[in-house]
């Protein structure tokens, strides 16, 4: 398959669903990386709120969290001119290539995917065909913009697999259509891990709200949730494995930092685990205090952001639209009268 290129570059997307509220993980295992990323692809960075749907929702609440996930895509530093940055419904291309690929998805592929099982299983009054179908409307975000890669963690590996597998068995029947996607091999964000449960990755839908820094949280409540992270009784520094609360509170601080783990021990050798606790949430303080400040100021100018809105909507829709005539024309849609 011939690589496409935009500008040069190869094409990266991702996105975040605009359910929960962002936490400290998010940003520096993910968000943060994005904004490197984007000096070397093409990129696509996708609100993904019809993904969010699956889940009931309510209505006014979904477009407050898109929007404000959006502004936060942009005072996390990513420049709505040089990366695509966009709401996944205001891009029909989405849907109208989901149906398509959902005639060339298998049943018993979607049976084996473990986050459906996963979401079944605490949703068990909604189980709808949207949350069985979610990987196809996955891949098709990521073969509309014939994106090289993908930044994946290992929860989504699967379904890149699906995508690998879709856009292969389309090729298969209809020529070089899709370029088939790689996960993104380079530098990896920090592993953010759980306050209350480190040997989980933080998460934005923890139940419990002391276990997740969440981006907008205030100082006094970064610092209440760092004192009662959960440490051990050891009462020693270390960074290991057997230590799994204080080794999650070194990387925390190593990532806000950019201390090694080995300066970061050094550096609170002899100290208390309050100390490690006060020392890790002053750091976060600052980071989040500017990016919040940014959040502040952009909410503020609704008709910048506005534009951006409708601006990266029509440069995301004109990328999708050649893709899909190219996959309408392949399966034997007729073509539009212009």
């Known amino acids: 398959m011939e690589i496409i290129m935009i500008d040069g570059k190869k094409v990266l997307f991702s996105g975040m669903q605009a359910t929960g509220n962002l936490t400290l993980g998010n940003y520096l295992g993910a ?35 898109a929007r404000a996930l959006l502004i936060l895509y942009i005072a996390a530093g990513l420049d709505p001119k040089k990366s695509c940055i966009y709401y996944q419904s205001h891009v029909s291309g989405h849907a109208e290539l989901a149906w398509i690929l959902n005639c060339f998805t298998y049943m018993g592929e979607l049976n084996r995917m473990t986050q459906f099982k996963d979401k079944a299983a605490k949703h068990a009054d909604n189980i709808n065909a949207g949350l069985f179908t979610y990987p196809v409307l996955m891949a098709s975000d990521i073969l509309l913009y014939q994106a090289d890669v993908v930044p994946v963690g290992i929860d989504q590996m699967q379904h ?21 996607p790689e ?30 820094i969440y981006l907008m949280d205030d100082p006094d409540t970064v610092m209440r949730k760092f004192k009662r992270a959960v440490t051990d009784s050891e009462a020693n520094i270390c960074y290991r494995d057997e230590q799994p609360g204080i080794k999650n509170l070194i ?7 950019e201390k090694t783990p080995e300066e970061a021990v050094a550096e ?15 750091a ?17 100018d609704k008709a910048y952001i506005d ?16 893709t899909l005539r190219k996959v309408q024309k392949k399966v034997g849609f007729p073509e539009k009268v212009r």
């Not at 070397?40 to 889940?55: K, P």
């Not at 600052?286 to 503020?300: D, N, T």
Request: aromatic share 10%.
């Open 183 to 212: 996960a993104y091999i380079g530098k990896v964000g920090a592993k953010i891990n759980s306050l209350q449960s480190p040997d989980k990755k933080m998460s934005k839908s923890d139940e419990n709200v002391n276990a997740s």
């Open 251 to 257: 990387n925390i601080y190593c990532a806000c930092t």
């Open 268 to 282: 609170f050798a002899g100290k208390g685990y309050g100390e490690l606790k006060t020392g890790v949430g002053e």
């Open 307 to 322: 534009s951006i809105i409708k601006e990266n909507a029509e440069k995301a829709g004109y990328y999708a639209a050649k």
């Open 160 to 180: 890149l697999e699906l995508t690998r597998d879709l856009a292969q068995r389309f090729n298969a029947v209809y020529g070089d259509v899709f370029t088939v």
């Open 284 to 300: 976060v303080v600052a980071v989040l205090k500017p990016l919040q400040e940014e959040v502040g100021r952009l909410s503020k």
């Open 31 to 65: 968000l943060k990386n994005w904004v490197n990323l984007s000096e070397e692809y093409e990129c696509f960075y996708s609100v993904v709120d019809m993904h969010s749907i699956t889940i009931r929702q309510d209505p006014a609440e979904l477009r407050r969290r």
